[in-house]
């Protein structure tokens, strides 16, 4: 089994930033790659970004230019630094992890609200 501990959501205006954490513990393996998603109230969860084991990343449009998500293959952690935050981008954010084996898992989801 993985254990998955999200931190560093919270309230921010616009323009401000947040660093999200994601350490995975547990039955770990190999990683495949490790992401961030998002869910806003009343819509579907979306990918934000992702990080593979051989270090690409991929991002959505929307946020490219203003996150950035790395990894600390010796803590097992994916962070994502949110830069220039707007109001769009207020959600529940969720990590995800996924093994070479292909099973995945999920954080529980930390709160991010972007308002003035």
């Known amino acids: 089994q993985v254990q998955l501990v999200e931190s560093g959501g919270g309230l921010v205006q616009p323009g401000g930033s947040l660093r999200l954490s994601c350490a995975a513990s547990?039955?770990?393996?190999?990683?495949?790659?490790m992401g961030w998603y998002r869910q806003a109230p009343g819509k579907q969860r979306e990918l934000v970004a992702q990080i593979f084991s051989g270090g690409t990343s991929t991002y959505r449009d929307s946020v490219k230019g203003r996150f950035t998500i790395s990894r600390d293959n010796a803590k097992n952690t994916v962070y994502l630094q949110m830069n220039s935050l707007k109001p769009e981008d207020t959600g529940v954010y969720y990590c995800k992890v996924v093994l070479t084996t292909f099973f995945a898992y999920w954080g529980q989801g930390t709160q991010v609200t972007v308002s003035s």
């Open positions: 547990g039955s770990i393996g190999s990683i495949y790659a």
